[in-house]
């Protein structure tokens, strides 16, 4: 979801992790990948990028197989 705030965007994302993803690491990415594309598309400041894991799949990862 995406909303505007004083002026700012806030963006609420959920995702689904693979399972063994380092998950600190990977939500700092997705908020700063979230946040330049926004800004460079709209032009508007981002407030903030919440990422919500709402799932994870326990299926091997390709590397794993």
């Keep these: ?5 004083e002026g700012q965007v806030i963006c609420d994302v959920e995702l689904t992790i693979v399972q063994g993803t380092k ?9 700063e990948k979230i946040k330049t594309a926004v800004e ?3 032009g ?16 091997k990862t390709a590397k794993e197989a």
């Design 1 to 5: 979801a995406i909303r505007m705030e």
């Design 23 to 31: 998950i600190p690491k990977m939500a700092a990415e997705v908020q």
């Design 40 to 42: 460079t598309m709209t």
């Design 44 to 59: 508007l400041a981002v407030k903030q990028v919440n990422v919500n894991i709402v799932n994870m799949n326990m299926e």
